[in-house]
């Protein structure tokens, strides 16, 4: 009898053992996704940062007090063989002279190219939304750079702390880090849009871009670093 008893409680053993390792699976893949928009607030703020403490992003720091809001996407991810492609997840906050910088709404960028290309390319990539028609088109659905809005390489380099603000005539500007085989990083025919299954997941039930950004409706703990790390109004 002894011996019919270890195999049946090696077995009840086995099947606690499979449950909670089931269990703790689906605890886990539901936890997931705060976990990752965390780490993108996380990583947003650290790209924030580096911008801002690098010299030659001078008129980086000289433009983001003058911006009506910033897109920062701490991984861009480009690659290609004659087809390119690209994407990445971005946090997009509006800055208002009396409330000052909004909480962050979440957003991803995706395109596509063709053309003579080879590489892979990360990038750590913050767009400056300059006036109130940027910041409109981003509360759409979806907004193609170039066409729906226009954008242009923000100044980046030594020698260059002389540029002026002063003949600001693009709606966007965009500012890049980037590794990899590319030589450069346009973002024109960039498709911007919204990711409001996000914005749920980390504020709660009916936070969108409007209710986040405009209404400030929502806010979260973990963003209060990245807000904090933008220059006060």
Same mark, same amino acid.
């Given at each position: 009898m002894l011996r019919a008893a270890v195999p049946q409680c090696t077995q009840s053993r086995r099947s606690f053992l499979t449950t909670g390792l089931a269990a703790g699976i689906g605890a886990a893949a539901f936890a997931a996704p705060a976990r990752a928009d965390?780490?993108?607030?996380?990583?947003?703020? #650290?790209?924030?940062?580096?911008? #801002?403490v690098d010299r030659d992003y001078a008129n980086f720091q000289r433009l983001l007090p003058l911006a009506r809001a910033t897109l920062i996407v701490p991984n861009l991810f480009k690659a290609g063989l004659i087809l390119g492609a690209e994407g990445g997840d971005g946090l997009l906050l509006a800055r208002d002279p009396a409330r000052g910088w909004s909480p962050p709404a979440f957003y991803a960028l995706g395109g596509g190219s063709i053309g003579l290309q080879f590489g892979v390319q990360d990038a750590q990539v913050v767009l400056l939304i300059m006036n109130e028609k940027g910041l409109n088109a981003l509360t759409r659905d979806q907004?193609?750079?170039?066409?729906? +809005?226009? +954008?242009?390489?923000?100044?980046?380099?030594? *020698? #260059?702390?002389?540029?002026?603000?002063?003949? #600001?005539?693009?709606? +966007?500007?965009?500012?890049?880090?980037?590794?990899?085989?590319?030589?450069?990083?346009?973002?024109? *025919?960039?498709v911007i849009y919204r990711r409001d299954d996000f914005n749920a997941a980390y504020y709660g039930a009916g936070a969108t871009t409007q209710t986040i950004v405009f209404d400030r409706r929502f806010t979260n703990p973990g963003a209060a670093a990245l807000i904090a790390a933008l220059p006060r109004t």
């Open positions: 965390q780490a993108l607030v996380d990583r947003a703020r #650290l790209t924030l940062q580096a911008l #801002l907004v193609k750079l170039g066409a729906d +809005i226009s +954008i242009a390489a923000g100044p980046v380099g030594a *020698g #260059l702390d002389a540029a002026t603000t002063t003949n #600001l005539g693009e709606d +966007i500007y965009s500012f890049s880090k980037t590794r990899g085989l590319f030589g450069g990083l346009s973002l024109e *025919g960039t």
